[in-house]
Nanobody, 111 residues
Framework: QVQLVESGGGLVLPGGSLRLSCAAS???????MGWYRQAPGKQRELVAA???????NYADSVKGRFTISRDNSKNTVYLQMNSLKPEDAAVYYC??????WGQGTQVTVSS
């Protein structure tokens, strides 16, 4: 019954922007929320995380370009991605605490 539904992925040119959304069917108020990504042949990696109080952590590769945010009233977490690079291309997954995963949304960055 638990659902984490990601949206907002797509195809962009290098240097472009996308905003990903993760809508949860359960409360996120007390949970760390995260965005992970997995590219072909690569391990799934943490991209960004946000604590219940708004503290954030980012992978070094996305610092200064990506911003994670949350709206607890909507049970939704966002990832604003700017200045996208080809190496950002991956399936992006939403994470609820340490238990639940979303189905993923594809981000393609290609010229």
């Amino acid at each position: 019954q638990v659902q984490l539904v990601e949206s907002g992925g797509g195809l962009v040119l290098p240097g472009g922007s996308l905003r990903l959304s993760c809508a949860a069917s359960l409360s996120i108020f007390r949970n760390i929320m995260g965005w992970y990504r997995q590219a072909p042949g690569k391990q799934r990696e943490l991209v960004a995380a946000i604590t219940p109080t708004g503290g954030t952590n980012y992978a070094d590769s996305v610092k200064g370009r990506f911003t994670i945010s949350r709206d607890n009233s909507k049970n939704t977490v966002y990832l604003q991605m700017n200045s996208l690079k080809p190496e950002d291309a991956a399936v992006y997954y939403c994470r609820h605490g340490d238990r639940y995963w979303g189905q993923g949304t594809q981000v393609t960055v290609s010229s």
